[in-house]
């Protein structure tokens, strides 16, 4: 059987509508991200989250399912100011709050979806190439002459609470790890794994990128941060597609950490790791 013309053109034209709506429901939640934690702007932030679960579930019912999980996350996140605390009250209601965002789509894909979209490969049985070693040198390398420069430089580090003593460069170190290991976990093998199902890498990466770093900017990476945070959030999501190691992409994470930690207590204690040869 063939078609006319008309037909085809129509048909093409279908197609594009519904792309477009597909994208338009994915651009909803996720830039619902910027309201909700950049421009802090509640409850009018959940009313694109919401929309756009509902025009997903509306032009395509799988994008939907999956946007609802993003979304679900989200709002569990937006429970809590996502300013560092390093009080026990504050570390408690981050670690019960970002470990649900992770927990509950994990839970809801797996049980009730009956389906593997969260997944967190840590044991992948492939061995580190050589070019990824040297891209973890080159990280810190990177981290060590950029990072003094942004956070003393503009001030960001004054965005973290005073360091009073031993206890609280203590939380410190653990509170930035464990947040590092989690944005891996909730951005990258959740919100960007979910829209990969969708969209090509480079669509879904985007998209994911504007939750990361929204996020980010709350916690305090603000000033000219996003300079940096974009960037970051695309390569570690162009990673994770290239390897699909949770592993890897965590290590990452934490060597850049390391010098985030060490820089915000220098920041603070000029006297400790005064090693920073970019420091203002």
């Known amino acids: ?30 830039s619902a991200a910027v309201l909700l934690f950049a421009v802090h702007v509640r409850p009018l932030a959940y009313v694109p989250l ?6 997903g579930l509306v032009v395509d019912r799988r994008l939907g399912r999956d946007l609802l999980l993003v979304a679900a996350g989200m709002g569990i996140i937006s429970t809590i ?22 927990l509950v789509p994990w839970f809801v894909s797996r049980y009730l979806y009956r389906d ?4 967190f490969p840590v044991a992948t049985g492939r061995r580190w190439s050589a070019g990824q070693v040297l891209y973890l ?13 942004y956070f003393l430089g503009s001030g960001a580090y004054l965005n973290w609470p005073d360091l009073e003593g031993r206890g609280d460069i203590a939380r410190l170190f653990v509170g930035v790890n464990a947040v590092g290991i989690w944005d891996e976990l909730f951005f990258i093998c ?7 199902r969708h969209f090509p890498v480079w669509t879904a990466n985007v998209l994911q990128s504007i939750v990361f770093v ?18 970051f959030a695309l390569v570690q999501g162009w990673i994770f597609s290239r390897y699909k190691s949770l592993t890897y992409v965590v290590a990452v994470h ?14 603070h204690h000029p006297e400790l790791f005064d090693v920073f040869v970019t420091a203002p």
Request: with cysteine; net charge negative; aromatic share 8%.
């Open 81 to 102: 100011s996502l300013e560092a605390d390093l009080s026990d009250a504050g570390m408690t209601r981050f670690a019960v709050a970002l470990s649900l965002s992770v």
């Open 1 to 30: 059987m063939t078609t006319t013309p008309s037909a085809d053109l129509a048909a093409a034209d279908r197609r594009r509508h519904h792309d477009l709506g597909r994208l338009l429901a994915a651009g909803l939640v996720c």
């Open 254 to 267: 934490l060597l850049f950490d390391v010098v985030v930690f060490s820089v915000l207590v220098h920041g």
């Open 214 to 231: 929204s996020f980010l900017w709350e916690l305090g990476y603000r000033e000219w941060g996003p300079v940096l945070t974009i960037p």
């Open 50 to 55: 919401v929309a756009g679960v509902v025009l």
């Open 137 to 149: 040198v080159v990280v810190v390398v990177v981290g060590y002459l950029l990072l003094p420069w």
């Open 116 to 119: 593997d979209a969260v997944r």
């Open 190 to 196: 959740t919100v960007f794994a979910l829209l990969r």
